[in-house]
């Protein structure tokens, strides 16, 4: 559904995309990480057909976004991350201008509207000024705006800043429907929760380029190593340390816990409980530490 390809592009001697190539399925939901300045804005603009690459080329349903840009933008929706908003217009007429521009008629634009404006709880402000509205109910306009014309692909620039946790969930409800809907997304975000919850892959871009890119699970065992493991028991675990140093990398333990990492857990847990059962230890817990997708992040970003 979206296809990049050595995307660059310059500002003069300011290089903000340097090498960008990436390709996202139908249905698929990808974010973009990475810190301020990485280039993913920009690369979202040139992926929109909104700026003009200096090298490489994308594409976005099959159509090229410089030669059939008209077309890319009909197909698209985009929420950036600086909106415009027309600060005089009411919140539903706002709506039906740009409905206007996509060619929808006006019934379409009329239900479309309202059934947008209701799921994100904007209704009752509908007829107010767009001026009147507080940060977060910008933010669920210029969402509304996004999908109104129930585009294939949305370009979605941080899509629950300046929100409150009860509308950042409706967003991210959404977002989870639209993958559902077999629609696709490319998302920026700086929340790495929001991203390891709403993404089916990940690539993280340090100036102007992916650096590396996969799925959640992933990209923690690529970068952080095999899976961690907790053990607890009710009593000593002084006759299983041994055998654990046998197997496994011991990271740390104390009287009744240990902790370690195994390269294929779903096969040596088995074995290890047998053993337990024979030493007659008792098991309290015996799970994975779950390492964060923020270790993946800084270990990539703070990389020289």
Not at 212 to 226: C, D, F, N, S, W
Not at 288 to 295: T, Y
Not at 296 to 303: Q, R
């Amino acid at each position: 559904m979206i296809e990049a390809v050595n995307l660059a592009k310059e500002f003069g001697s300011f290089v903000a995309v340097r090498d960008i190539s990436l390709q996202v399925e139908e249905g698929e939901v990808v974010a973009l990480l990475g810190p301020n300045g990485a280039g993913k804005t920009t690369t979202v603009r040139m992926l929109s057909a909104i700026l003009k690459p200096t090298r490489g080329y994308a594409r976005v349903a099959g159509y090229d976004t410089v030669t059939d840009g008209k077309m890319v933008r009909h197909l698209i929706g985009v929420l950036t991350e600086f909106p415009g908003l027309y600060s005089r217009m009411r919140g539903i007429n706002y709506l039906k201008f740009f409905g206007e521009l996509q060619a929808m008629s006006a019934d379409q634009i009329q239900q479309r509207s309202e059934k947008l404006l209701r799921r994100f709880e904007l209704w009752d402000a509908h007829d107010r000024q767009i001026g009147k509205y507080s940060k977060g109910m910008k933010q669920k306009l210029t969402l509304v705006r996004a999908m109104l014309h129930d585009p294939n692909v949305l370009f979605l620039d941080e899509p629950t800043s300046a929100m409150d946790p009860q509308s950042a969930k409706l967003v991210r409800d959404s977002i989870m429907e639209l993958r559902a809907d077999k629609r696709t997304v490319i998302l920026c975000t700086h929340n790495l929760n929001e991203a390891e919850l709403l993404a089916d892959r990940i690539a993280i871009v340090r100036q102007g380029e992916i650096v590396i890119e996969g799925t959640p699970a992933e990209l923690k065992r690529r970068l952080l190593g095999h899976p961690l493991m907790e053990l607890r028991t009710n009593n000593s675990i002084n006759g299983i340390v041994g055998y654990l140093n046998e197997k496994t990398t011991v990271v740390e333990q104390g009287e009744n816990w240990i902790r370690y990492t195994i390269a294929e857990p779903e096969q040596f847990n088995p074995t290890l409980l047998n053993e337990l059962n024979r030493q007659q230890i008792s098991v309290v817990t015996l799970s994975e530490i779950q390492r964060s997708l923020e270790d993946v992040y800084l270990s990539i970003v703070t990389h020289k």
